[in-house]
T-cell receptor, first 114, second 107 residues
């Protein structure tokens, strides 16, 4: 069956540009999570959705980062005015429910800001 | 101090060796997760446990809630086990991850 997919797999952009990263969760999964993983580090939480609403966005580093999930399925992570420090792998995961449910991860989008 | 600490950071083993990776955490949790990440970034969930021990094939995960400690064991290690193993905990907040243990198994 289809797992979590993310597009693009790689994104190279210039400092100051706007980027959108897309996540397609497993069908029927109500919870969706975004994480960021810098080189040599474990993933760090950014935001999670329960349905269409952002249940916890405390991990977003600043107001340049925003995420939406308008229909409770696909989610888009948006980064404005990108900075070199935003370069990382952005991971998406989904689960049947929030809390302690097993999360299924996508392959990630590697973002490079030049 | 990180809320989730893993040791060792890097581990090289000969094929067939028994491997142990440790995870300690400092926060209250409802579950602990062991994840495997291969080069290229894909993460696979290996175990989710809140007490005792779980076994899947050559992998065994244990947790001691009182000591806030978990171990991941790999028996009869194989080069295909080479990956980064990540411990993560969940509770009132979404997953908090350790930095991972990079395992290389040499034939």
């Amino acid at each position: 069956g289809a797992g979590v997919s993310q597009t693009p797999s790689n994104k190279v952009t210039e400092k100051g540009k706007y980027v959108e990263l897309r996540c397609d969760p497993i069908s029927g999964h109500t919870a969706l999570y975004w994480y960021r993983q810098s080189l040599g580090q474990g993933p760090e939480f950014l935001i999670y959705f329960q349905g269409t609403g952002a249940a916890d966005d405390s991990g977003l580093p600043n107001d340049r980062f925003f995420a939406v999930r308008p229909e409770g399925s696909v989610s888009t992570l948006k980064i404005q005015r990108t900075e070199r420090g935003d370069s990382a792998v952005y991971l998406c995961a989904s689960s049947l429910a929030t809390g302690t449910g097993e999360q299924f991860f996508g392959p990630g989008t590697r973002l490079t800001v030049l | 101090k990180n809320e989730v600490e893993q040791s060792p950071q890097n581990l090289t083993a000969q094929e067939g060796e028994f491997i142990t990776i440790n995870c300690s955490y400092s926060v209250g949790i409802s579950a602990l997760h062991w994840l495997q990440q291969h080069p290229g970034g894909g993460i696979v969930s290996l175990f989710m446990l809140s007490s005792g021990k779980k076994k899947h094939g050559r992998l065994i995960a244990t947790i001691n809630i009182q000591e806030k400690h978990s171990s991941l064991h790999i028996t009869a290690s194989h080069p295909r086990d080479s990956a980064v193993y990540i411990c993560a905990v969940s509770g009132n907040t979404p997953l908090v991850f350790g930095k991972g243990t990079r395992l290389s198994v040499i034939a």
